[in-house]
C-alpha cells in the first residue's frame, strides 16, 4: 500500500533547508525509496512549510529512513527550524486524477 510522509517545519531559513534537500536526493541516488517530494508553503501561517513525501509503501519508508543521509538531513533542518517538525503518516486508501 503506497505510504505518504507530511513534515510540517516552521523556519525562516526555507532556502538553506531546501539546498539540503537537493543535497540529499544527489548523496542518495540510486537508494533512496522516496518515489517524489513535494515542498508547499502555507499561505496562511507565514515560515510553515509541509514536505510531502511518497512511497511505494511504509516498509519502503522505513528503509528511507535508515539511510545515513536520512538521518544527517533531518538533524541539519532542525537546526534550521523554528521548532520542532510535526510528522503526519498516512497510508494511501485512495487516490485518483480527477
Known amino acids: 500500500m503506497k505510504f505518504v510522509q507530511i513534515i510540517e517545519a516552521q523556519t525562516s531559513k526555507i532556502d538553506d533547508m531546501l539546498k539540503l534537500d537537493q543535497d540529499w536526493e544527489k548523496a542518495t541516488e ?3 525509496t522516496a518515489s ?3 515542498v508547499l508553503r502555507d499561505r496562511d501561517r507565514p515560515n510553515t ?3 510531502v513525501i511518497e512511497f511505494p509503501s511504509y516498509e519502503d519508508a522505513m528503509k528511507n529512513n535508515e539511510l545515513p543521509e536520512t538521518q544527517k538531513i533531518a538533524s541539519d533542518m532542525q537546526a534550521l527550524a523554528d521548532g520542532p517538525p510535526a510528522f503526519r503518516n498516512l ?3 485512495d487516490q485518483r486524477s480527477v
Open 49 to 51: 512549510y509541509l514536505w
Open 36 to 38: 517524489s517530494v513535494t
Open 30 to 32: 540510486g537508494r533512496r
Open 91 to 93: 497510508e494511501v486508501v
